[in-house]
């Protein structure tokens, strides 16, 4: 019987002009064809909601079957339901019962309705009886939003669940993926990127594959490309003495740049040059003032004057701007009053401290195994930083934090860092995401 589904199923694709590639074939045939939930991980650009909306629209094909496509937003939601629409309501006015683009409701004449749903609004996901619920990045989703909402739509009637996402470290989900290696009911499949044909002809040597394991860290590559459940622990950068560590004084001939980490209490400040070798822009952190305690911002500004270096620009963290003390001004606007513009990027993405700590690491060491960071041998505090710098130790095998440790000393140095790289070298905030270790 469930081989002559399957036959149908790729009739139904065939008329709607669908290939799926071979990442997507395991969703649309899975091997254990009586399982229930369907956990479907899989790299960026893999085609996820092209292939999640044509099961849709296979189920919502027959009669009397109801269908939810959940988002994080009700604008994801709508990326899954618009394929839908476009497919099923568009060029067919006689199938349609009722039908609103913007409400994101479908009901054909065959009893089928097909709605779309936001998870960051849990109250509505109130119902039961559904056939078939898709879920769109759910690695995102906080659990008890699956526990408590979206897990009794689907018990009365045994419908099928898929659950389709990138990964996020080894949250809930991977404990559902770990599900489909002995349960029956449960299938699991993961697929990186570049077996999408479509986007990446070249597969693995794709130039764009390429240029982003050039770019990222190799955690955050198998992550975000090769669906892989990375797991980020022990040090955050992956920092090496014996490679990273030499003769790189002041250079009269490159360009030179200023990060600082404000804070009255131990501010950081570090001085860069950078060069590019043919490949890319290698990054040197020639000198410093670190570990240096209840400096005024007043005091921090004559210090770095002091250094004498031609500073091109000046980076700094946003929350500079921020006003404090009977100054009524901040960091940055006493620096700007000095003389000295601060730069510093505001967007939301090279805010999340947890995605810019990811970027910054692909600098360490790319998926290549490119290093671009050499600290000069006289930057002792740099060096110990670099070195000291760690995510909280896991328990039972799960971290406790995904955030680096704050312990109010080496981390300091390690922000102005940080704040260089995301001025120096954007963040793409369309392929970055909040990751977790």
């Not at 997507?24 to 650009?45: E, I, N, S, T, W």
């Not at 419908?159 to 993926?177: A, C, H, S």
């Amino acid at each position: 019987m469930q081989e002559k589904n399957y036959n149908f199923k790729k009739k139904w694709f065939d008329y709607l002009g669908y290939k799926p590639h071979n990442g997507q074939l395991p969703l649309h045939y899975p091997a254990k064809q009586d399982a229930r939930f369907q956990v479907v991980v899989c790299g960026r650009r893999f085609g996820k909601t092209w292939a999640s909306a044509m099961e849709a629209t296979y189920v919502a094909s027959q009669p009397n079957k109801r269908i939810w496509v959940v988002g994080m937003s009700y604008k994801k939601a709508r990326l899954i339901f618009r394929e839908i629409w476009q497919r099923m309501v568009i060029g067919h006015p006689d199938d349609v019962d009722k039908a609103s683009e913007k409400d994101m409701f479908i009901r054909f004449k065959w009893g089928t309705t097909v709605e779309g749903m936001s998870a960051d609004n849990p109250s509505s996901l109130v119902g039961e009886g559904l056939d078939l619920l898709v879920i769109d990045e759910v690695a995102k989703m906080n659990k008890k939003i699956w526990d408590m909402y979206l897990s009794p739509t689907v018990a009365g009637r045994k419908g099928k669940v898929i659950f389709i996402t990138t990964p996020e470290g080894r949250n809930w989900i991977y404990d559902l993926f770990k599900l489909g290696r002995d349960d029956p009911m449960w299938e699991s499949h993961s697929s990186p990127s570049w077996v999408n044909q479509h986007e990446f002809p070249l597969g693995l040597e794709d130039p764009a594959i390429i240029e982003r394991k050039r770019n990222m860290s190799k955690e955050l590559f198998g992550q975000e490309f090769g669906a892989e459940f990375s797991v980020f622990e022990g040090k955050v950068w992956d920092f090496n003495r014996d490679l990273d560590v030499g003769n790189f004084p002041y250079d009269p001939n490159l360009p030179t740049f200023c990060a600082i980490d404000f804070g009255y209490r131990q501010p950081a400040v570090l001085f860069i040059q950078t060069e590019f070798d043919g490949i890319a822009e290698q990054i040197r952190v020639f000198d410093t003032i670190l570990h240096k305690q209840n400096i005024k911002t007043e005091d921090l500004i004559k210090m770095i004057k002091t250094k004498g270096y031609p500073i091109i620009s000046y980076y700094g963290d946003p929350a500079g701007s921020n006003v404090q003390g009977q100054s009524g001004a901040g960091d940055v606007e006493i620096f700007r009053r000095s003389g000295i513009r601060i730069l510093c990027t505001r967007d939301r993405m090279s805010r999340n401290l947890v995605a810019s700590v990811a970027y910054t690491r692909g600098f360490f060491e790319n998926a290549d195994g490119v290093r671009r960071v050499h600290v000069d041998a006289k930057c002792k505090e740099m060096i110990e930083d670099f070195e000291e710098y760690r995510y909280p130790e896991s328990q039972d095998g799960k971290p406790i934090k995904e955030e680096p440790l704050k312990d109010g000393f080496h981390d300091h140095g390690n922000d102005a860092f940080r704040y260089f790289i995301i001025n120096r070298f954007p963040m793409r905030n369309q392929e970055m995401k909040r990751i977790q270790r």
